[in-house]
């Protein structure tokens, strides 16, 4: 019996040292907390809808160009805007020029909740990173954009 409590004690360390685990805890607490804003704010999106909105604020595109940014395929981002143009957030137009493509666009009540969700996120930034001083806060951010920047040279 105490060579397995050892051999899971081993496990757990092994987990607890990962670098990916540590990310996804992060990233857990951040949704998890933003979730609770939105809900609270009567904002229900699921959370592969949440980045489509964000990104449609900027700028109408194609379902082809919302797969590359979001690094999604085709297939689950199709899902995701006819979902969002049922809560008639997004609208799909066809291209002018190029009538195989599908340009979306946020409709009034999309931009408003777009509005209202990024000064949610805001919010639970501030909230969430408020454990960390500011020079915490600045270095951390340094540090995980220096990653993400590397790994996106992959």
Known sequence: ???????????????SNSFFFQIHRIKRTIFRHTNTLMNEAGISLQQEQLPLIMILQRKSMSQRELSDITMRD????????????????VEI???EEDKRKNIVSLTAEGFSMAKSIRLLMRKSEDEVLAVF???????ALAAIRGFADKLDAL
Do not use: G
């Not at 019996?1 to 987990?15: P, Q, Y």
């Not at 085709?74 to 957030?89: H, M, P, Q, T």
């Not at 001083?133 to 270095?139: A, C, H, L, P, V």
């Open 74 to 89: 085709k297939s689950s981002i199709l899902r995701s805007v006819n979902a969002l143009e049922k809560k008639s957030l």
């Open 133 to 139: 001083s500011d020079k915490e806060r600045t270095e």
């Open 1 to 15: 019996m105490e060579n397995n409590k050892t051999d899971f004690d081993a496990f757990k360390d092994e987990i």
């Open 93 to 95: 137009q066809k291209d």
